[in-house]
């Protein structure tokens, strides 16, 4: 792996979001990697139970990341 990065100011904003999207891609191959609080995981098991109980609950990765790159527009 090479050890530079690429001058992230210069990408556009979809290029960035793509860039963030493939990083993030990364941590569902190895979710143990990711450090969660013992705060925050209450608070995602609390949003997980809530979802659980109402599926109208929680928009998907893909329909997060439209809004987000919609939102500039």
Same mark, same amino acid.
């Given at each position: 792996?090479?050890?530079t990065l690429p001058d992230v100011g210069r990408l556009t904003k979809d290029e960035r979001?793509?860039?963030i999207e493939k990083i993030w891609e990364t941590?569902?191959? !190895?979710?143990?990697?990711?450090?969660?609080?013992a705060a925050q995981r209450s608070e995602l098991? *609390? %949003?997980? !139970?809530a979802m659980d109980k109402d599926d109208t609950l929680g928009e998907s990765w893909e329909?997060? *990341? %439209?809004?987000i790159r919609n939102k500039g527009t």
């Open positions: 792996m090479s050890n979001l793509r860039l941590f569902e191959e !190895k979710p143990e990697d990711l450090p969660v609080t098991d *609390a %949003r997980l !139970k329909q997060v *990341a %439209r809004r």
